[in-house]
């Protein structure tokens, strides 16, 4: 008997991002933790090493915040990775050959739950950032697109963390891959000026993805950034953009086309 025609990308995606809440809702501490953790981090470094940093033109605290939203959203990934790598050791992909379903819509519905997390996440930590003495000095406006290059970013590290993911294979390598996300994290511009930098890391720093987002959400809320003549700081709205669209333009095909081997065999 011939299987029915699939309802469609979109439907499938539907059902299969129910299938992810469903998990999310069963396990509660991980969700808490992916919370907890980095306004935890923001307390940290506010409070034990801001006394001690300064910032021209503002406090460390409008100069941190934006930096530790671009870090979170770096933050989680390895949740969605290891849980995409514990479905296909599973079979989970065995059981998905036998359904009439479009197969791209299992990896869209994943970058969907992490979305809607990250966006929950981020939300936490806006709060926390008011709550600690950060203030964004723009309208409304700029503060929505900043928040929009901080999700737009989290979007382009899910699809390089999702091909990571697959081409890993297990749930134990991805944990080392993981580990790569913190020398990219710590050489930028997220907790100082890549200026106190050797001046070959500096400039490596300067154009991280992360110090682009950064800069830029920092001068889209009106908060004090790193002094640079750089071409990447002086360009740093048009490198958060850019960055992430080259990032996705490899990414998601890359990702696809792994999941559609792993689907043949």
Do not use: C, K
């Not at 907790?191 to 106190?196: A, D, E, L």
């Not at 992430?244 to 696809?256: K, Q, R, S, T």
């Amino acid at each position: 008997m011939t299987a029915p025609a699939s309802p469609g990308l979109v439907t499938d995606t539907l059902i299969m991002t129910r299938r992810g809440f469903a998990h999310w809702a069963r396990r509660p501490g991980a969700v808490a933790t992916e919370l907890i953790f980095p306004v935890m981090m923001l307390v940290m470094f506010v409070y034990f090493l801001g006394g001690g940093l300064a910032v021209e033109g503002g406090d460390y605290e409008d100069f941190l915040v934006p930096g530790i939203l671009a870090l979170t959203m770096a933050f989680g990934l390895e949740g969605t990775m290891v849980a995409l790598t514990q479905d296909v050791e599973r079979g989970l992909l065995d059981r998905f050959r036998s359904l009439p379903i479009v197969p791209s819509s299992f990896l869209v519905a994943r970058s969907v739950i992490d979305m809607i997390s990250s966006a929950a996440s981020l939300l936490v930590m806006l709060v926390a950032g008011l709550l600690v003495g950060w203030r964004w000095h723009e309208g409304p406006v700029s503060a929505l697109a900043a928040v929009g290059l901080l999700l737009l970013l989290r979007l382009a590290m899910l699809w390089a963390g999702i091909w990571l993911g697959l081409l890993a294979g297990r749930p134990e390598l991805v944990q080392t891959i993981q580990i790569l996300v913190w020398p990219v994290a710590f050489l930028s511009s997220v907790f100082t000026s890549p200026s106190t930098m050797p001046g070959w890391l500096g400039a490596i720093a300067e154009w991280n993805p992360m110090s682009a987002t950064a800069a830029a959400v920092r001068d889209l809320f009106g908060n004090p950034s790193w002094a640079s003549d750089a071409w990447a700081a002086d360009h740093a709205l048009l490198l958060a953009v850019a960055w992430p669209v080259l990032l996705l333009a490899v990414f998601v095909p890359l990702a696809l086309h792994r999941w559609a081997r792993l689907s043949d065999h």
